[in-house]
């Protein structure tokens, strides 16, 4: 704890820096207007570069254009390293307060600031810049303070995200503030992908507080431009349409570090299309929340209501999701589901670490037509190329013919997805023809699933191919007015 104590501090000053640019500004405004009282502005220009050579911050560029008892102005700032640049700043005060370090507006216009992805990663030059500076040690007699009293600034900037493929996106922000000595308000507007989301935060000199985003998306397909800038390819299309979403951001600071946050998702009549399929959800609404040290672990939970694919429908499911990056776990509540004839519910329950998952699958039931079978369970273990599973049902009363399932199988996800399947079923045959309409027959039998059984999807569709074997011992039935009696059947089937 105490090695790590003067290291916390330097991060503190790092960070309260990038909030008091404002007010470092103004502190300058006070020793460039002390001197134009003089009529000097060369020599204001000059008591300016002392102080930021002082700091580190040689070599910033910029302009005195008007120095006078009620207002200032400096144009053409920029930064090394094209950090950012300002094309004016003007701020009003009397000379009275301005001796207190009160300043009554600052006003900044045409910032630039740019956000790099480079092909090593992300760099933001200002903040490396900021990082360099020379911070001038805190009094621990003192109590933090921002310095300065400034009850109406206001900026208006572009961040440049600047992508070494893609090229240039502009990315309006408009941003007020109010500074006190103990405290600083912000609220601001950044308009991106067509909407303008809003930003509103309150913080202390330690930046203890909170931040509050509210977004809005009338378009949910403009997420492709901001997936491509940020090398996120989606897994799948949002298509174009009439979809809205509304997400809410909230995160708590501590001493500059994040010690809770919330994000809240809702949208209406999403569309998405994977492999030339279209999928539709009528709401969604998705939270994820933190309350770990450094946002480490989370819980994801969400409700989903008429989601729609492959002619199935879902009318409402709901999932929850504990983890981190290393480890976590996932559970799916029994959702119903239809397709055709063919409905029921489905749940699960999986457990991931590092890059494997394991856990079931569960049909609690599951009907087709009038035929109703419960607890049907699949077990699955794998990682993102291979899912190995294993399917176990059993009915003693052997109801529909079946009286035990156990199968295996393999899903490779990686290019065209495919599963292979084999195991066998124990049959009775007194049910199995019951149930298809052939009266007399008796008997047992196995159904063996033979290797080489699988299902592929491909941009065709769905294809399959099967190898069946029946084999059958004291059975007994008739077809029409032939009898039939045999001790060993055996039938094997493939197509």
Known sequence: MTTNAPNQRRSGRRARILLLSAAGVLVLFLLATGSAMLGRRAIARRVLETQLRAIGAEGVGFHLKQLGPGESRITEVSLPDDAARIARIEASYSLPKLARFQIQQVTAEG??????????????????????????????????SFAVTLPDARADAVIRLVHYRLGEWRLPVQVSAAILPDRITLSGALEVLGNTQSLAATLDPELTGEILCTGRLADLSALHTLCRFADLPLPVELVPGETEAQITVTVALAKGKPVSATVELALQGARLRWRDAEFAVGSMQISLHSTSPGLADWRLEGTVSGLGGYGAAVSKMHFVADGNEREGTFRLDP?????????????????????????????????????????????????????????????????????????????????????????????????????????????????????????????????????????????????????????????????
Do not use: H
């Open 335 to 495: 959702a119903e589901f239809r397709q055709g004839s063919l409905a029921g519910a489905l749940a699960s329950e999986m457990a991931w670490n590092n890059q494997r998952v394991a856990g079931t699958v569960s049909l609690p039931r599951i009907q087709y037509g009038d035929r109703v079978a419960e607890d049907v369970q699949l077990k699955v273990s794998g990682d993102q190329q291979t899912i190995d599973c294993s399917l176990q049902w059993q009915d003693e009363a052997a109801r529909y013919g079946l009286r035990s399932v156990n199968l295996t199988g393999q899903a490779l996800l990686a290019g065209d997805p495919q599963v292979t399947v084999t195991g066998q079923a124990a049959l009775t045959i007194d049910n199995l023809a019951s149930c298809l309409g052939l009266a007399g027959w008796t008997g047992e039998g196995t159904l063996q699933i033979l290797p080489g059984t699988m299902l592929r999807l491909g941009d065709q569709g769905l294809a399959w191919q099967a190898g069946l074997a029946v084999s059958c011992s004291d059975v007994a039935g008739k077809v029409a007015d032939l009898a039939f009696t045999g001790n060993d059947l055996q039938v094997d089937v493939t197509g």
């Open 111 to 144: 910032i630039e600031i740019p956000v790099l992805r480079e092909a090593q990663g992300w760099r933001v030059p200002l903040l490396e810049w900021i990082n360099q500076l020379r911070l001038p040690p805190a009094n621990p007699d003192q109590p933090p």
